[in-house]
């Protein structure tokens, strides 16, 4: 089992920056993919990115490709979410995943653990 516990959302206005933190516990980090996702009310979850497990393959959904950068620190069990040059339509509650293995693929159904969801608002 792994926990995954998000952390770093809140207000931005557009053009602002915030980053996001997922720590994991339980079973050894390193071990797995992480991804986000975001979802907005009415809408399903949406891939943002996510990272192999040591970090050497990164993918971005095109909509935050250029603004937006994943990292990890697996001494630190924790993966963040660096995000740029917001905009209104980035407003979502933003969920960590992790999947065991070294590489995840951008659907829902491709990770096994879930974080509970930070949220994210950009005022225009």
């Known amino acids: 089992q792994v926990q995954l516990v998000e952390s770093g959302g809140g207000l931005a206005q557009a053009g602002g920056s915030l980053r996001l933190s997922c720590a994991a516990s339980g079973r050894t980090f390193g071990n797995n993919a992480m991804g986000w996702f975001r979802q907005v009310p009415g809408k399903e979850r949406e891939f943002v990115a996510n990272?192999?497990?040591?970090?050497?393959?990164?993918y971005y959904a095109d909509s935050v490709k250029g603004r937006f950068t994943i990292s990890r620190d697996n001494a630190k069990s924790t993966v963040y979410l660096q995000m740029n040059s917001l905009k209104p339509e980035d407003t979502a509650v933003y969920y960590c995943?992790?999947?065991?293995?070294?590489?995840?693929?951008?659907?829902?159904?491709?990770?096994?653990?879930w974080g509970q969801g930070t949220q994210v608002t950009v005022s225009s």
């Open positions: 990272i192999s497990w040591i970090g050497d393959r990164i």
């Open positions: 995943a992790a999947r065991r293995g070294y590489l995840a693929g951008t659907g829902i159904s491709d990770y096994d653990y």
